[in-house]
């Protein structure tokens, strides 16, 4: 079974500049997240997905941070603009999003390394 | 809110055993999961625990957890330097969609 996917694996932007990333769920997974991972600290989680409806961004910055599931499969997170302190790992994780501890295991992709210059 | 702290590195020899640290806030808590980091890697879980359980042991991990003290440990055990790697602890509430809460991640590193 093909694991969640994302790309690019690594992104270099100048400050202000926009950047979007792209993640692939596991085949059937509901759920799908978008976490932030700046070095040194644990994952925080930027937005949530059901289906193609958003459960929680209460963390997203949403003055420059945007994220969109259209057909509930695909999603896509962008910044725009980009500044020094988005400089992260971001990491998608999906998981089958129903009732009971074992369809809510997180699966997650390799990540997206930002930097921001 | 949540929160969840973890010691910051830990060192050990080849063969012996690995105890790793995490005390969490949230009372709610229904679920607390160990995840691993290597390096250019995503998390790869490793085991879980029910807030209603003691102990968990799964093959050479394990998961002990003190629901007073908010405490929250992970042994492993015969520790090869394969495990060298970043591990997270994480909780989440029955409440809403299970958003996880992961600490700030241990260093652990292996020495041959």
């Known amino acids: 079974e093909a694991g969640v996917a994302q790309s690019p694996r690594y992104k270099i932007i100048e400050k202000r500049q926009s950047v979007a990333f792209w993640c692939n769920p596991i085949?059937?997974?509901?759920?799908l997240y978008w976490y932030q991972q700046i070095l040194g600290q644990g994952p925080k989680l930027l937005i949530q997905?059901?289906?193609?409806?958003?459960?929680?961004d209460s963390q997203l910055p949403k003055d420059r941070f945007s994220a969109e599931r259209l057909k509930g499969v695909d999603s896509t997170l962008k910044i725009q603009p980009a500044k020094l302190e988005d400089s992260a790992v971001y990491l998608c994780?999906?998981?089958?999003?129903?009732?009971?501890?074992?369809?809510?295991?997180?699966?997650f992709g390799p990540g997206t390394r930002l930097t921001v210059l | 809110g949540e929160d969840v702290e973890q010691s910051l590195f830990l060192s050990v020899r080849e063969g012996d055993s690995s105890v790793i640290n995490c005390t969490y806030t949230?009372?709610?808590?229904?679920?607390l999961y160990w995840y691993k980091q290597e390096p250019g890697a995503g998390l790869q879980l490793l085991t879980y625990?029910?807030?209603?359980?003691d102990m968990k042991q799964d093959q050479r991990l394990t998961v002990l957890l003190n629901k007073k003290d908010k405490h929250l440990s992970l042994r492993i055990a015969d520790t090869q330097t394969g495990d060298s790697a970043i591990y997270f602890c994480?909780?989440?509430?029955?409440?809403?969609?299970?958003?996880?809460?992961f600490g700030t991640g241990t260093r652990l590193l292996v020495s041959p």
């Open positions: 085949s059937g997974h509901a759920t």
């Open positions: 625990i029910f807030s209603n359980m």
């Open positions: 949230d009372s709610s808590s229904t679920y």
């Open positions: 994480a909780e989440s509430s029955n409440t809403g969609f299970q958003k996880l809460v």
């Open positions: 994780a999906s998981s089958l999003g129903t009732a009971g501890l074992k369809s809510n295991e997180q699966f």
């Open positions: 997905f059901q289906n193609n409806g958003v459960v929680d």
